[in-house]
Nanobody, 122 residues
């Protein structure tokens, strides 16, 4: 069974930084895409970033500010968030896709974490 556990969320002022982590269980980790999504109150869940073994993919809204990375030895994926803005406030979810093809479509991801809250104050 695959489990994803996010951590690292919190409250930060605009312009600040946070690093989210997602620890994954199971033997699938080295052969799949990992993604980050977020959902703000009253809005639909949206794509943030994804990573395969050698490629990354970002939403335009976070490009240049956020960096996704993975440590296969630790079965962990990270999201480094810099220059945070109030509009980045959301619950951030980690997701895993049992495929090596990058995608921003949430329906194409097979497993999800429980989410971690990120709040950016102005």
């Amino acid at each position: 069974q695959v489990q994803l556990v996010e951590s690292g969320g919190g409250l930060v002022q605009a312009g600040g930084s946070l690093r989210l982590s997602c620890a994954a269980s199971g033997r699938f980790f080295n052969k799949n895409v990992m993604g980050w999504f977020r959902q703000a109150p009253g809005k639909e869940r949206e794509f943030v970033a994804a990573i395969s073994t050698g490629s990354t993919y970002y939403a335009d809204s976070v490009k240049g500010r956020f960096t996704i990375s993975r440590d296969n030895a630790k079965n962990t994926v990270y999201l480094q968030m810099n220059s945070l803005k109030p509009e980045d406030t959301a619950v951030y979810y980690c997701a895993a896709r049992l495929s090596m093809v990058l995608t921003a479509e949430s329906n194409n991801y097979d497993y999800w974490g429980q989410g971690t809250q990120v709040t950016v104050s102005s």
